[in-house]
């Protein structure tokens, strides 16, 4: 279907909308947009509505709405995230503020997580605040899986609930159920979803290899609050995917070869242990957190076992101190990260091998958020780092560096606001994928060079009425990214370049909303134009892309619609590695996808959903997949084809 064809439909739907306004006051279900919570401009949030609304299955379901947010591979064990072009393991990445150290393999996703566990996701682009964690090259990506009080109204002790889903592409099931309660000063919560289907097909209706599902996650939470206000909270979340995927998971095979298949057992868990004070005077109101997280990646073969685990311990003790015109959050946090392979080959034992690398960090840091005037804030803070690498031959190597940020935002007026950030990293020395380390490396003798990043941005905001009008420009340079390989040695490095800009339009009635955005992201790699090949762990080639969003509420009827649509412009930006030269251009695609949802008026505990995706049954690959620029060579993985799913869930 052509782009412009889409793009009128949805653009007449959005002005013919405006007349089912009641008020000239603009009511937002909780969209995708931009917050300014940490003093800037600059940070996506996506909430419990907005999950909610968008029922998401994996990673791409839950970004699909952001412009700068892009998510390869159509299978969720291979699926990563892109930031602003950049890669999610170059921003610091936590799970309930648990650290997450998930470069595990190149083939495989970055982070596995469920979104049914979710309730919020909140990204800083670029420019992060200090207490963000170390190793925010390119901002932050923080998770919060559901609490108690997300779920249960405050008059009651005692809930829950069932929910099933069916998928036709694929055959694919899900079943999952809470329950969850409160009693005195104690909560409880526990979730588990089971999910299970077959291969899913394109748009030609052609199978996508490795493309079944096996699926389990779950989520249990205690909590315990003192009269005094004293809150000790303990969680512990697990997903675990183990399924037959395309032997390098990320693509479906060689172009003219048979597309093989192996077993992925991909096992993240997440345990956190949090205290807080809930009745906070003004100069103290603590937090302490002590977390581990762990990913595990077997992949079992014929007379061979290949077993990968990356892990962290973390923690931090930080105080917020409430000012007059602000807030000062200061505060000492930690991580003990390792990455290791065990490699066993029963034909061939000479090929066995045992290889891990390690690295410990101590962090100081300090964030100011301030109101300078009625008008202007501002947001600025400093952090040190001390890092402790050792290398897979025990050698260790001791490196420290500075990291700072400033931002800030200025109202104008009343309608229109203005916005900047920069900031300056320094990320240490980060731990060698574990799948290709390889016992035999020889580091130098002064160890390897840290990494460090720049990050800006400029930013402006419009509200006339109803309607919402943004822009942005950003920018972020890595330099000494690490790319370490098998057989090139551990202290290859890369510089990294992106740099590009977005533009949103919405308009808000009473009862609904439609937005629009788009944006554009090019980036370099040693000073040419990136290909996902070199890019693995840093960018990809994305170019651009249009978002639409839109979404109305009957309540009289109990009935909340909407549609979205994805529209990803040719892309001539390419490098070919064989001439290094111009690459093929990346074709156009276009994915529209709609939903009604009911909640009976006469029993609201019942809701029941119905979901028509990629209507046009569309064939194509996600602009940001492995290996679109090696046509002739890499056979990508496609997209589902049209599916119809439906779901029903019951509270109690």
């Given at each position: 279907m052509p782009i412009s064809r889409i793009f009128l439909t949805l653009t007449a739907t959005l002005w013919a909308s405006t007349t089912l306004a009641q008020s000239s006051e603009p009511f937002q279900l909780n969209t995708i947009v931009l917050q300014a919570d940490s003093g800037a401009d600059n940070t996506v949030d996506v909430d419990a509505e907005d999950i909610a609304r968008q029922n998401p299955a994996d990673l791409q379901d839950l970004f699909k709405s952001e412009p700068t947010l892009s998510v390869g591979s159509s299978i969720p064990a291979s699926q990563k995230l892109y930031v602003n072009g950049v890669e999610e393991v170059n921003l610091s990445v936590s799970i309930d503020g648990a650290r997450q150290n998930n470069k595990i393999f190149h083939h495989t996703t970055t982070t596995l997580i469920d979104p049914s566990l979710l309730k919020a996701v909140r990204i800083d682009p670029g420019v992060a605040a200090a207490d963000a964690g170390a190793g925010a090259l390119a901002g932050s990506i923080a998770y919060e899986t559901n609490d108690v009080d997300d779920l249960l109204a405050e008059d009651l002790s005692f809930g829950g609930f069932v929910k099933s889903e069916y998928d036709s592409n694929g055959g694919v099931f899900s079943n999952s159920g809470s329950v969850y309660g409160r009693k005195g000063g104690f909560e409880y919560l526990g979730f588990l979803k089971l999910a299970d289907g077959g291969l899913r097909t394109d748009g030609d209706g052609i199978d996508i290899a490795g493309s079944g599902t096996n699926l389990v996650s779950g989520l249990g939470k205690v909590a315990y609050e003192t009269t005094s206000g004293n809150r000790f909270e303990f969680s512990l979340e697990q997903v675990v995917d183990d399924e037959e995927r395309p032997t390098r998971a990320n693509f479906a095979g060689f172009t003219g070869g048979e597309f093989t298949t192996r077993t992925y057992d991909i096992t993240r868990q997440n345990a956190v242990l949090t205290y807080t004070d809930e009745t906070p005077t003004g100069l103290w109101d603590p937090t302490i957190k002590l977390a581990f997280s762990r990913t595990e990646l077997l992949i079992p073969e014929d007379g061979v076992l290949s077993n990968g685990v990356t892990s962290s311990v973390s923690g931090k003790f930080e105080n917020r101190f409430a000012l007059a015109s602000g807030s000062i959050t200061a505060g000492l946090d930690f991580y003990s990260d390792s990455g290791s392979l065990d490699y066993a080959n029963v034909s061939n034992p000479a090929w066995n091998d045992t290889a891990e690398e390690k690295s410990r960090n101590i962090g100081l840091y300090a964030q100011a958020r301030l109101d300078v005037t009625e008008r202007a804030r501002v947001s600025y803070g400093l952090r040190a780092d001390f890092q402790k690498f050792t290398g897979v031959d025990g050698n260790t190597f001791s490196d420290s560096g500075l990291s700072g940020n400033m931002s800030g935002e200025f109202d104008v007026n009343e309608q229109v606001t203005l916005s900047a950030g920069y900031s300056s990293v320094w990320g240490g020395v980060s731990l060698a994928e574990n799948f290709i380390m390889n016992s035999g490396w020889e580091y130098p003798t002064d160890g390897i060079e840290a990494v460090t990043s720049e990050n800006i941005f400029i930013a402006a905001n419009a509200e006339f009425g109803a309607w919402d009008i943004s822009g942005k420009l950003f920018r972020t340079d890595i330099d000494n990214a690490r790319a370490a390989s098998w057989r090139g040695g551990p202290d290859l490095t890369a510089d990294l370049e992106t740099r590009g800009y977005e533009l949103g339009l919405g308009y808000g009635w009473e009862n609904g909303f439609a937005r629009i955005g788009y944006a554009a992201i090019d980036s370099d790699i040693n000073g040419r134009t990136a290909d996902s090949y070199t890019g693995a762990y840093l960018t990809t080639p994305l170019g651009e892309v249009?978002?639409?969003?839109?979404?109305?509420?009957?309540?009289?009827?109990?009935?909340?619609?909407?549609?979205?649509?994805?529209?990803?412009?040719?892309?001539?930006?390419?490098?070919?590695?064989?001439?290094?030269?111009?690459?093929?251009?990346?074709?156009?695609?276009?994915?529209?996808?709609?939903?009604?949802?009911?909640?009976?008026?006469?029993?609201?505990?019942?809701?029941?959903?119905?979901?028509?995706?990629?209507?046009?049954?569309?064939?194509?690959?996600?602009?940001?997949?492995?290996?679109?620029?090696f046509v002739g060579e890499v056979e990508t993985l496609n997209e589902v084809g049209r599916s119809f799913e439906i779901s029903a869930s019951l509270k109690f």
């Open positions: 249009v978002t639409l969003e839109i979404a109305h509420r009957l309540p009289q009827h109990g009935l909340i619609f909407g549609a979205d649509a994805q529209l990803v412009l040719s892309e001539t930006n390419t490098y070919d590695s064989d001439t290094g030269g111009a690459g093929p251009v990346l074709p156009s695609y276009e994915v529209v996808n709609a939903f009604v949802e009911w909640q009976p008026k006469r029993n609201d505990k019942w809701t029941i959903r119905g979901e028509i995706n990629n209507i046009f049954d569309a064939t194509y690959s996600s602009r940001a997949s492995y290996g679109q620029e």
